[in-house]
């Protein structure tokens, strides 16, 4: 990014800057719209009105908005966004949205539209099924999470494209929020006050703080592939028949587990605020669905993770059954660790999930606070002993 030359946008001027760029050919005959949320980058719908085509112009503030606070954030993201989206539409390209264009030096990745899809967490808190997710994010999981491993490029081309994605400002966020404040009395915390007492459980508790502190150095040192690094169900777009990882800003060379975990973290999150949301009549169904894509997510991983490897890893004498069992163990155990954090961070740190917060009943909504809190627990100590995805299905269907 050329810091002279990057402006902030308007939903005016981002329109002179894709005439000059020829990918409108009149802004007078063109709507624009920002529908970001604003708070680390302006998204902005552009459509065409006599062609009826559109494309969505995404930009990076050099700011996160923090509770009123400013928090730098490097404009370089919108690179690692952009060539995180073009890895992956190597390997899944009917995954991602299609970059059309980009621009460094104004931080913006010119984009596919996708508004006819719809954000997984919203869709999901309305009570639909998707039907496809297990299949296309064990699918995208596992050919993102192999394709950039050492297994997969050797080690000097894997080198070369991990030193794309040195990302530090994105990782010190996670870092912070996810494995370090929600553990001591941060001031970034947030969480109500009949929570207190659950929250300080957590804060004395020995062993829970030890097993974070081994999470946390696994997420800082274990650079085992290119991660989406923010695989929640706010980054998923779907339809009933199509789905795309959006919002990849967060990639970094990290330990698989970490995305998989934050997928099944926040199904799990979905499922707990579900057993205080879903209407009597199809809190079962919907209990069954959650349940059943948690499992089959996995499934679907590992069985391509494994042909993958078998066909593709390292060299003939070590590629072997052994090895695969091995690599998709601690796969399998950094999973539930990471998605033990992810659960609890979404309680008690700075940022929350809509699936848990906007549950109505007040009652409702602590008992599945309490809930999360003490799942996120049970994921982080069970990390070893639960063997398959059975043992947390079993564990969710305990609390129904
Ligand atoms: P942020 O990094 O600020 O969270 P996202 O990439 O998640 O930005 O986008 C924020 C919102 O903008 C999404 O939730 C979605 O509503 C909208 N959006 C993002 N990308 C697209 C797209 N390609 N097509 C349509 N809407 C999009
Ligand atoms: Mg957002
Ligand atoms: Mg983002
Ligand atoms: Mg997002």
Known sequence: ???????????????????????????????????????????????????????????????????????????????????????????????????????????????????????????????????????????????????????????????????????????DITEKLVFTDPYYNAESNSYPDNLQESVESLWHDDRLIFEVAKLKKQFLTEGETLLHGDLHTGSVFVTETSTKVIDPEFAFYGPAGFDIGAFIANLTLNYIAQQERADDSRRHEISAYLLETIEQTWAVFEERYRTLLLEKGFDDRQRTEQYADYVIHKIWQDTLGFAGCKTIRRIIGLAHVEDIDGIENAAGRLQAQQRAIETGRSLIFNRSVWRSPKSLTAYLKGLE
């Open 1 to 171: 990014v050329r810091e002279n030359i990057y402006e902030p946008f308007t939903e005016q001027s981002v329109l002179v800057y894709l005439e000059q760029k020829g990918l409108i050919t009149d802004r007078r005959e063109v709507t624009c719209q920002e529908v970001g949320d604003g708070n680390l980058n302006y998204v902005f719908i552009v459509k065409d009105l006599q062609t009826d085509k559109s494309l969505v112009v995404k930009q990076a503030l050099p700011y996160a908005k923090v509770v009123g606070e400013s928090w730098p954030l490097s404009l370089d993201r919108a690179r690692i966004e952009r060539q995180a989206l073009q890895e992956a539409a190597k390997r899944v390209p009917e995954l991602v949205p299609q970059v059309f264009d980009y621009d460094d030096d104004y931080a913006v990745t010119v984009m596919e539209d996708l508004s006819d899809h719809v954000i997984l967490r919203k869709g999901l808190l309305d009570g639909n099924i998707y039907p496809n997710i297990a299949a296309d994010i064990g699918t995208y999981l596992a050919e993102n999470l192999f394709h950039a491993s050492d297994e997969a490029l050797g080690p000097v081309e894997k080198k070369k494209l991990a030193r794309q994605f040195v990302n530090p400002d994105l990782c």
